[in-house]
């Protein structure tokens, strides 16, 4: 199993500012996943975060507004920059699949933008 | 791409009740099947999965069954109790990936 921890857990930020959140894993992992959970929607994802090498994007997601940092393989950070009340989700960061066993998911951070 | 429908919305039993959640899934490559739990303020945590190779698979009170030619999944919880109350997700993937697609969710409230 994995063991992941996200910070901030919750926060409330201005239109236009950007916000950093941070998803660290008690092991090692080649890949990490982040997520966006709009209020009372599924999970939509977002990038896909590979050690060493550029995040893959989802259609409908780009990089100039979801920067995305991989610098070991136990962390990684998403941004959501420039930020409009459209903006405020759920956003999860996931380790693991069904091919290595299953998929673990951090508790989340809860944006809202006012 | 792969698109996951999810029925119902919200579900409401008694205590002691049976509970059924079903899924569609449209890519006939999908191969891997979860089904996710979701507590307030908590991330999805895995409660039961299933692989295309198999139809069914029970873990005591939770089971899954799969339909390969219909392309459907179900969630079949016996005995329920009011700490099932959450909100449950179907997912499907393709071989080779490990990206979920996940259905929209269905809201279970156990009334004691």
């Known amino acids: 199993s994995a063991v992941i921890s996200q910070k901030p857990s919750r926060d409330i930020c201005q239109r236009g500012t950007s916000l950093t959140i941070q998803c660290q894993v008690d092991?090692?992992?080649?890949?990490m996943f982040w997520y966006r959970q709009q209020p009372g929607q599924s999970l939509t994802l977002i990038a896909t975060?590979?050690?060493?090498?550029?995040?893959?994007?989802e259609s409908g997601f780009v990089i100039d507004k979801f920067p995305i940092s991989r610098p070991n393989l136990t962390f990684s950070t998403l941004t959501v920059s420039n930020m409009s009340p459209e903006d405020s989700s759920i956003y999860l960061c996931?380790?693991?699949?069904?091919?290595?066993?299953?998929?673990?998911f951090g508790q989340g951070t809860r944006l809202t933008v006012v | 791409g792969e698109n996951v429908e999810q029925h119902p919305s919200t579900l409401s039993v008694q205590e002691g009740d049976s509970a059924v959640i079903k899924c569609t899934y449209s890519?006939?490559?999908?191969?891997?099947f979860p089904w996710y739990k979701q507590e307030l303020g908590k991330g999805p945590q895995l409660i039961i999965d299933i692989r295309s190779n198999v139809g069914e698979k029970k873990d005591q009170r939770i089971a899954v069954t799969l339909n390969k030619t219909a392309k459907h999944f179900s969630l079949h919880i016996t005995e329920t109790q009011p700490e099932d109350s959450a909100v449950y997700f179907c997912a499907a993937s393709m071989v080779n990936t490990d990206k979920l697609i996940f259905g929209t969710g269905t809201r279970l409230q156990v009334f004691p």
């Open positions: 890519d006939s490559a999908s191969n891997y």
């Open positions: 975060a590979n050690q060493g090498s550029e995040a893959t994007y």
């Open positions: 092991s090692q992992v080649t890949m």
């Open positions: 996931s380790v693991g699949g069904p091919r290595d066993t299953e998929a673990f």
